[in-house]
């Protein structure tokens, strides 16, 4: 009988980064989740949502020849540039077949960061605990002195290392992974836990989709050291009191706003565009996003409206910056 990936095991958000008696805990990467799987020399590179990604990435098909044969791994698609997560080469990477693919892993190679083991040497090891399927991927990768493409990501059952990992927040670690260590590998259930870092900053309303009676979401914005006001992200769907409160804030945009011909997307990576209005960069609102950044800067998910600063003028806000390179 031929062996498929199952379905990814997936977490529920907790607002919590405490670490739990009889639960391990792991960094939550900025990357691509993926399943691999060889078998009889067939490798199978899968994204969460069932893409084929082999094409893509050969140097992850070639690195593939250290595993053991019949075996199926869990893990995340990085790309590291400069000491830090480069998300956005990792979704340039996307696009690349044949000779492009090839260029593209030589100018921006992407690692396999496993963190769990479905299946080793022909034997289905989703049944077992969580504990036991650690445990046998930290042999494979002892025993067959696994090297790049391959990194074993790291568990603990430690708080204080828990607690360190939350400050690796620089080089672009989301957050963290909770996983019962009794816990079977259940395919499609959100048995896990995941906690994404996030910080509490300040930006302007530049726009807003919905209408000025009634805005749906606000569009965010920063200015550049070169004092131009840039889009650096949206929120999330505004409550219809928050809707009300922030209506009675805004004016709608005069002559000359920065935006004037501007096209926004849905979402970040999304070809589809908003529609909006635009409206005088003069509110200041605060904000809560994660460390997910493109490469100019930008939020790549969308912001929870804390509140508005009316205290602050646009002046107060931290400027837009891109991430380290």
């Known amino acids: 009988m031929t062996w498929t990936l199952p379905e990814p095991m997936l977490a529920t958000s907790v607002p919590d980064p405490a670490l739990r008696p009889g639960w391990a805990s792991e960094p939550k990467w900025d990357g691509f989740r993926a399943l691999i799987s060889v078998d009889a020399g067939r490798v199978v590179l899968r994204s969460r949502r069932g893409t084929e990604m082999a094409a893509s990435f050969p140097e992850i098909v070639a690195g593939a020849a250290q595993l053991p044969d019949a075996t199926a791994m869990d893990g995340e698609l990085v790309v590291w540039e400069a000491g830090r997560l480069a998300f956005e080469r990792l979704q340039n ?5 044949g000779a492009g693919a090839s260029r593209a892993a030589g100018e921006w190679p992407a690692h396999f ?5 479905l299946r080793l040497s022909g034997t289905d090891t989703t049944g077992w605990p969580y504990r036991r399927r650690r445990a046998a991927l930290e042999s494979v990768f002892a025993s067959r002195r696994l090297s790049a493409p391959w990194a074993l990501c790291p568990s603990t059952t430690d708080p204080d290392t828990v607690r360190e990992w939350l400050t690796w927040a620089s080089v672009g670690m989301e957050g963290l992974l909770f996983k019962r260590l009794d816990s079977v590998y259940e395919p499609a259930v959100r048995g896990w836990r995941k906690y994404k870092v996030r910080e509490t900053t300040e930006a302007i309303v530049g726009a807003i989709t919905g209408s000025l009676a009634a805005p749906s979401s606000l569009l965010l914005g920063r200015y550049d050291d070169h004092g131009r006001l840039q889009y650096t992200g949206r929120t999330t769907t505004l409550a219809q009191a928050v809707s009300s409160a922030v209506a009675g804030l805004l004016d709608l ?10 096209s926004f997307s849905a979402g970040w990576g999304s070809r589809e565009t908003l529609d909006v209005t635009l409206v005088e960069p003069e509110l200041v609102v605060e904000v809560g996003v994660d460390v997910a950044r493109d490469a100019s800067g930008r939020w790549r998910h969308p912001a929870r409206l804390h509140r508005a600063r009316l205290d602050l003028s646009p002046g107060d806000v931290p400027r837009m910056t891109a991430p380290p390179r």
Request: net charge positive.
């Open 93 to 97: 990477r996307l696009q690349r077949r």
């Open 113 to 117: 960061v496993a963190f769990d083991l």
């Open 253 to 262: 945009a005069r002559r000359g706003h920065p935006w004037t011909g501007w």
